[in-house]
């Protein structure tokens, strides 16, 4: 089945040093996933969805590139900001368009 | 960008009574979707509608579950009767067309409480 695997619960960084979000999952078709990210009592809000190309999406200084051949889908920024800090969750689109979510991730950045 | 609204942000209700979560969803999009997210753990579909019918419903969809979307107005979730495992925030999303990667809106959850 389609299923949607985020290794971290809690990552917490420094502003201005990178960050990495992994994502990871099985699909018996050939998905497309997505980054939502949400903020306290606040409706998720899609970051992110691959390309059916080879293309890298890009939005707010975050990108993630499809690998089909490790089934990854990591969510990654070159610094990152005090406003970054949220609930990030990762979903592929399955039959009839149905998201299956990972567990999310919360990410806490410091000063 | 487009709003999902959801009505109300908080509900508390006995077990066994009925309730009602209702969703406005971006007003030109086709397709309905609920998730339910108990409190700690991920969100998991319940169910999506296009054109007055359920295309796919998942396992937590129970018996006691159902949707609708009368004549355009709210799509909502009945949930008759309820049980204390019903507990959790529900989250309603809407998309343009149901093809695969269409892109879903959702809206900022009913918070629910079954006593």
């Known amino acids: 089945g389609d299923s949607v695997t985020q290794t971290e619960g809690l990552v917490t960084l420094t502003e201005g040093l990178p960050v990495m979000l992994n994502c990871t999952y099985q699909?018996?078709?050939?998905?497309?996933l997505f980054w939502y990210v949400q903020h306290l009592n606040e409706a998720p809000k899609l970051l992110l969805k691959?390309?059916?190309?080879?293309k890298r999406p890009e939005h707010q200084g975050f990108h993630a590139t499809l690998h089909k051949s490790s089934s990854s889908f990591h969510l990654q920024k070159s610094s990152a900001q005090l406003s970054d800090s949220a609930l990030y969750y990762c979903?592929?689109?399955?039959?009839?368009?149905?998201?299956?979510f990972g567990s999310g991730t919360k990410l806490t950045v410091e000063p | 960008g487009p709003k999902v609204l959801q009505i109300p942000s908080h509900q508390i209700i006995d077990m066994g009574q009925m309730v009602t979560l209702n969703c406005d969803p971006v007003?030109?999009?086709?397709?309905f979707y609920w998730y339910k997210q108990i409190l700690g753990q991920q969100m998991e579909f319940l169910v999506n509608?296009?054109?007055?019918?359920?295309?796919?419903k998942s396992k937590l969809f129970k018996d006691q579950f159902s949707v609708e979307r009368p004549d355009g107005s709210y799509f909502t979730l009945k949930i008759q009767p309820t049980a204390l495992e019903d507990s959790a925030v529900y989250f309603c999303?809407?998309?343009?067309?149901?093809?695969?990667?269409?892109?879903?809106?959702f809206g900022p959850g009913t918070r629910l409480l079954v006593l």
């Open positions: 699909s018996t078709y050939s998905p497309f």
């Open positions: 691959s390309f059916t190309d080879n």
């Open positions: 979903a592929l689109s399955g039959r009839y368009n149905v998201l299956y």
């Open positions: 007003s030109n999009h086709l397709y």
């Open positions: 999303a809407s998309s343009l067309d149901g093809g695969a990667g269409d892109t879903q809106y």
């Open positions: 509608f296009y054109n007055g019918k359920v295309m796919e």
